[in-house]
T-cell receptor, first 113, second 112 residues
Framework: GENVEQHPSTLSVQEGDSAVIKCTYS??????FPWYKQELGKRPQLIIDIRSNVGEKKDQRIAVTLNKTAKHFSLHITETQPEDSAVYFC????????????FGTGTRLTIIP | GAVVSQHPSRVICKSGTSVKIECRSLDFQATTMFWYRQFPKQSLMLMATSNEGSKATYEQGVEKDKFLINHASLTLSTLTVTSAHPEDSSFYIC????????FGPGTRLLVL
């Protein structure tokens, strides 16, 4: 089955700087890669996703890049703000998200004011 | 946007009792829902895929007789934890698919 690895497990960034979280996946059939932000005790919230037919996607301060050949994808947050502090999960799925998600292990991001 | 609800949000029960958790898609129909479990400071682990009108598909290591799933309609899936024990204490989250997966708010189960 699919295996998703995520690094780093913790990340502290000065407010205003950029944060990068990286994930690798094992199943070349995966074609949908969402990123979720989860605050303590809350549900995961989709912040951005990318499909395998696209190499990069951006939404304001958040961007995701995908390298299908290397089977890795990354989340980039620019101009970080204190409210960006949370746990971030990457995930992978087949059938463009209509099948089960395999999650990475999570990254606890702390923005230092 | 797509909204998924879960009930209850929190439940405390005695060891040996059964607990039912409901997952509803409020403004869309979902033929497929997923049930995840999340232990403190860990990732979400898929327990089972719930298909409307058919039997659920369980992930390896998940006991189907302990975690009963019923997907009786296109907007409702239920997870029943039978004979719950303290090690079943966890955060249970469902999701429903509409192009992507939308998560419910989760149910925190504490078994005493």
């Amino acid at each position: 089955g699919e295996n998703v690895e995520q690094h780093p497990s913790t990340l502290s960034v000065q407010e205003g700087d950029s944060a990068v979280i990286k994930c690798t996946y094992s199943d070349s059939a995966s074609n949908y890669f969402p990123w979720y932000k989860q605050e303590l005790g809350k549900r995961p919230q989709l912040i951005i996703d990318i499909r395998s037919n696209v190499g990069e996607k951006k939404d304001q301060r958040i961007a995701v890049t995908l390298n299908k050949t290397a089977k890795h994808f990354s989340l980039h947050i620019t101009e970080t703000q204190p409210e960006d502090s949370a746990v971030y999960f990457c995930a992978a799925s087949k059938n463009f998200g209509n099948e089960k998600l395999t999650f990475g292990t999570g990254t606890r991001l702390t923005i230092i004011p | 946007g797509a909204v998924v609800s879960q009930h209850p949000s929190r439940v405390i029960c005695k060891s040996g009792t059964s607990v039912k958790i409901e997952c509803r898609s409020l403004d869309f129909q979902a033929t497929t829902m997923f049930w995840y479990r999340q232990f403190p400071k860990q990732s979400l682990m898929l327990m089972a895929t719930s298909n409307e009108g058919s039997k659920a598909t369980y992930e390896q290591g998940v006991e189907k007789d302990k975690f009963l799933i019923n997907h009786a309609s296109l907007t409702l899936s239920t997870l029943t934890v039978t004979s719950a024990h303290p090690e079943d204490s966890s955060f249970y989250i469902c999701s429903a698919t509409l192009g992507t997966q939308y998560f419910g708010p989760g149910t925190r189960l504490l078994v005493l």
